[in-house]
């Protein structure tokens, strides 16, 4: 701390005052000058952490403070000023003495000279950096020798610093950016409290309160980081800045204001060290998740917990397992039917072959003045219509059908059991053949096998095509009262496992394959009843990066449900379905991942060690929902329907969800 000196037994400050601390005035030998700038300036930066007073930016920092002032100023409206010859001297006392931060909250109209140019050259060359004030006369560039940090010798190691309020104003004080711009930031420097002892403490604005802010922010990513030179955790600071004024930077707030928090989080390219050798990029992708079975699976464990390195080889603490978000909720707003406009040809051929081809598009309607989307659609995606084609052919016994949608059309195939995970290709064409088998004596068995894929996409990113495919095969019977169904099939996932959506450019994604068998049934009872229910086992294995099952993920999901006539007292009811359900959920597996132990000391070597926990969620989703349905005059119908979940998203103890569903249709 250069400056006019300090209370040597100050009683907030004196803990953190080097004994080093001198007089570098030739012949005075008073490191305690009667002007109290620099004890101001110096509890900013350092007051410890002691329950009184004030507390430094950085508390635990050793301040040398070297007075170097004079009294006798040109400018009588000066009680105190500085001979570039002493400062001079001062910068070597500094180096000589092991800082590493240098503080001036001084500055004049002109530059220093070549003797304090020489000094100030030796001290960038031994590593060591600067806050300097910019300097209070409202100037559009900032006084000397701030300004030295637009200067190619010293570029890098000086950050010039400016006052803001607390709104992040600038000061009307403060001189500003200009030819400095580059390397300028602003700090909090009007109405600070500093300097406190007994009971009272002084308050005062200006940039020369403004600059051991940031010297303060320097000293802690040194101590923090002690891998950092002295210009990389400059480089860090401007690059941290929060922008203020222009974007980007400008000639009044240059960098912007400090921003500690920012500059202590990684900078640039982030990478966890790996035990086979290559490191693995951390980066939380926007708009990623894992699929919804897994629920708070990865989220609760602590197991992921690991070091990362940034730009800068600093050392952090991570936890993997925060890139792996939860599933979105499930939206339960009705789906508003696309009025469709479709052609259809059929063509008779021989032995009763039968060809058809079905074409829809979007009913004309009149352009809106204002596109309007609900918070339940994808406006990212753009107005793509909704259309689709479905090519079917059929020969006696046998049938092939072949399917092609755009614009959210879905599939016509999800009839039958195993649709749960099918669904989660969210396939936008798709093949099927099926064989009917007649005069069996038991009603029409139908073998049916198809398959299909689908593109991902999501806000502000590329579509991912054809990165999920599903294939099934499917027995269905169907007799007078009832029918059964049964499936086996694949579902291929290259972005992650049941329905996540984790690009797979990240180092994140977990390519995965889930074999599933799924049945279903329903059974009509007599008097209106009729009891429906299918459930389905999924066994799941994934090829991450670094992240493994180490034993198959098994799911399982269900429903049962019954539906009934309307009681007389329903008024305008005439159906009712009562349901219950699981989700898609996993019940057993085990993650396996090999990684990095958090050191205990900063500068210890890496080891590894392996990692497992449970695939499984914390709690189980069950739903609850009633359905009825209201024929009205005029051929339209109402349906209504409430729902309850509980432990939602598998998560134990999660509040019980409900929802109110109502949806009218008529056709015409």
Excluded at 484 to 513: N, V
Aim: glycine letters at 12%; charged letters at 20%.
């Amino acid at each position: 701390m250069v400056d006019s000196g300090i209370k040597l037994d100050h009683q907030d400050l004196a803990a953190n005052i080097s004994p080093r601390s001198t007089d570098i005035v030739a012949g005075r030998n008073q490191p305690q000058g009667e002007d109290r700038h620099g004890t101001n300036v110096s509890s900013i930066l350092a007051a410890p952490f002691n329950n009184y007073g004030t507390i430094g930016v950085a508390y635990n920092s050793t301040v040398l403070s070297i007075r170097a002032d004079v009294s006798d100023c040109t400018d009588p409206d000066d009680k105190v000023c500085f001979k570039s010859s002493d400062l001079a001297r001062a910068l070597d006392y500094a180096v000589q003495n092991g800082a590493r931060v240098i503080n001036l909250s001084l500055g004049g109209d002109d530059p220093m000279g070549s003797l304090f140019e020489a000094a100030l050259l030796r001290a960038v060359n031994a590593g060591v950096v600067f806050a300097i004030a910019s300097g209070n006369e409202a100037y559009a560039n900032p006084s000397w020798p701030g300004r030295y940090a637009s200067d190619p010798r010293f570029a890098g190691s000086i950050i010039v610093v400016g006052a803001h309020d607390r709104a992040r104003q600038m000061a009307d004080f403060s001189n500003q950016a200009g030819v400095s711009q580059s390397a300028y930031l602003t700090a909090a420097g009007v109405g600070l409290t500093f300097n406190c002892e007994a009971s009272s403490c002084w308050t005062g604005s200006g940039t020369s309160y403004a600059s051991p802010i940031v010297a303060g922010a320097l000293a802690l990513l040194l101590e923090a980081f002690p891998n950092l030179t002295g210009k990389q955790a400059v480089e860090i600071l401007l690059r941290t800045g929060s922008d203020l004024g222009a974007t980007g930077t400008d000639t009044v707030y240059g960098r912007g204001a400090l921003d500690i928090a920012r500059a202590f989080q990684p900078v640039g390219a982030t990478s966890s060290p790996m035990a086979a050798g290559q490191a693995v990029n951390v980066a939380i992708e926007p708009g990623a998740y894992v699929g919804g079975p897994f629920g708070d699976a990865m989220g609760r464990t602590g197991m992921l917990s690991t070091i990362g390195y940034d730009e800068y080889e600093r050392l952090f603490r991570i936890d993997m397992g925060a890139a792996w978000r939860m599933a979105p909720r499930r939206s339960y707003q009705p789906e508003n039917p696309t009025p469709m406009r479709q052609s259809q040809v059929s063509m008779d051929g021989p032995g009763g072959a039968r060809l058809s081809l079905a074409a829809a598009v979007p009913v004309e309607t009149p352009e809106p003045i204002l596109n309007r989307y609900t918070p339940f659609d994808a406006p990212w995606l753009g107005d793509e219509m909704k259309q689709e084609a479905l090519f079917d052919v059929t020969a006696g016994r046998m049938a092939f059908s072949a399917w092609q949608g755009r614009g959210g059309a879905r599939s016509p195939f999800r009839t039958g059991s195993g649709d749960g995970f099918a669904a989660l290709a969210q396939a936008d064409h798709a093949v099927r053949g099926a064989v009917t088998f007649k005069g069996l004596g038991f009603g029409p068995l139908v073998f049916s096998a198809e398959t299909g894929a689908g593109d991902r996409r999501a806000p502000l990113r590329s579509v991912e095509q054809d990165v999920s495919s599903y294939a099934r095969a499917a027995l269905d019977w169907r007799g007078e009262r009832g029918g059964l169904s049964f499936s086996l099939g694949s579902l291929d996932e290259k972005m992650g496992p049941l329905g996540a959506y984790m690009p797979t450019r990240s180092d994140f994604a977990m390519p995965s394959r889930t074999r599933f068998a799924a049945f279903g049934g329903d059974l009509s009872l007599g008097g209106g009843l009729v009891l429906s229910g299918e459930a389905g086992f999924g066994r799941t294995e994934i090829e991450g990066r670094f992240l493994n099952l180490s034993s198959a993920a098994i799911s399982s999901t269900w429903r049962m449900a019954l539906q009934s006539d309307c009681p007389s007292w329903a008024f305008g009811c005439s159906r009712l379905t009562w349901e219950i359900s699981q989700p898609l959920r996993i019940e057993s597996g085990t993650f396996s991942a090999v990684l990095a132990d958090v050191p205990l000391d900063y500068f210890d070597p890496v080891t590894f060690s392996q990692r497992r926990f449970s695939a499984s969620p914390s709690g189980r989703q069950i739903d609850f929902s009633v359905r009825s349905l209201h024929p009205l005059p005029g051929g339209s119908m109402l349906q209504l329907e409430a729902v309850a979940s509980r432990d939602e998203q598998h998560r134990a103890g999660a509040p019980t969800g409900y929802a109110l569903l109502g949806s009218w249709r008529r056709g015409f």
